[in-house]
């Protein structure tokens, strides 16, 4: 009987869905072991088709699959594959969203709109996880959602380490939003920097007119600091905001590289010197710009997913 809890001497099992096969043999060779064979078609019809090809039966199963575009093939073949390990009796299924899509609709923020990320949470629970892994999450509330346990990481430790190591003198954190502010308060506590926000207006969904910017950056090298970067409206328009402002340097670095619709066209021509993103969501070759820099999370996730399979703490993993 499957109970949702590993016996002792389950063995760790890794499987990947479409979403980020390269991310998943990543994590797969920081582990030292193979990624689980398995099989995803479609039919003519375009239903999707899974089997998996050895055994799992009371194995602790680890699924990674980010939530990406195509969103909802990829929610659809990780349903499908935690319904078939569900039912080849694996001891423990934790599905491994690095990129968590439906995460910005988490509110009624209109008349009769859904509470998307709540509903895919749902889904996933009715489905069969046991246990979410995710990065750095749109909304931190998203969490409660879920009425199992989420590990929430987040790629400051990646991302810091890396901008460190470019000694940017006289830095200063640039929040695109106030709703960053706490994200980019993090950022220039652990760099020693200053701190600036940008006053934001959104007048629809996947547009945004910046105000003005709070705080000095006039001559200083400024770094945006945010969770996504998706059609690269905010971004660009931030970074215009600050170039006005006579910013010397201007970075920007973000977790999920979503890049949706005309983001490669507006970040060719950006006041930017560098972008920083990582590889929660693949970036494919004609997307990648001479200024963009992606970093990999593999080694934190699969850090995580030791720590999740050995029972051990993971604290130290959430900074």
Known sequence: MRTGFQTVDAELKVFSANANPELAKEICRHL?????????????????????????????VFVIQPTCSP?????????????????????R??????????ARQD????????????????????AGV???????????????????????LFAAPVLIEYIRKLRLPDLTLVSPDAGGVERARAFAKR????????????????????????????????????????????????????????????LACATHGVLSG???????????????????VPICASKMLPNMTVLSVAGLLAKAIRSIHDETSVSDLFV
């Open 32 to 60: 030292g072991r193979p990624l689980g064979e398995a099989c995803i078609t479609h039919f003519s019809d375009g239903e999707l088709y899974f089997q998996i090809l050895e055994n799992v039966r009371g194995k602790d």
């Open 71 to 91: 969103v909802n093939d990829n929610v659809m073949e990780l349903l499908l594959m935690v319904d078939a390990f569900k039912r080849s009796s694996a001891s």
């Open 93 to 102: 299924i934790t599905a491994v969203i690095p990129y968590y899509g439906y």
């Open 107 to 126: 509110r009624k923020d209109k008349p009769r709109v859904p509470i998307s990320s709540k509903l895919v949470a749902d889904l996933l629970t009715a």
């Open 130 to 152: 046991d246990r979410i892994l995710t990065m750095d999450l749109h909304a931190g509330q998203i969490q409660g959602f879920f009425n199992i346990p989420v590990d929430h």
């Open 191 to 250: 760099l020693n920097a200053d701190l600036a926000i940008v006053d934001k207006r959104r007048d629809a969904p996947n547009h945004a007119e910046v105000m003005h910017v709070i705080g000095h950056v006039s001559g200083r090298n400024v770094l945006i600091v945010d969770d996504m970067v998706d059609t690269a409206g905010t971004l660009v328009n931030t970074a215009n905001a600050l170039r006005k402002k006579k910013a010397n340097r201007i």
């Open 262 to 280: 005309p983001a490669i066209g507006q970040l060719r021509y950006a006041p930017l010197d560098e972008i920083i993103l990582t590889n929660t």
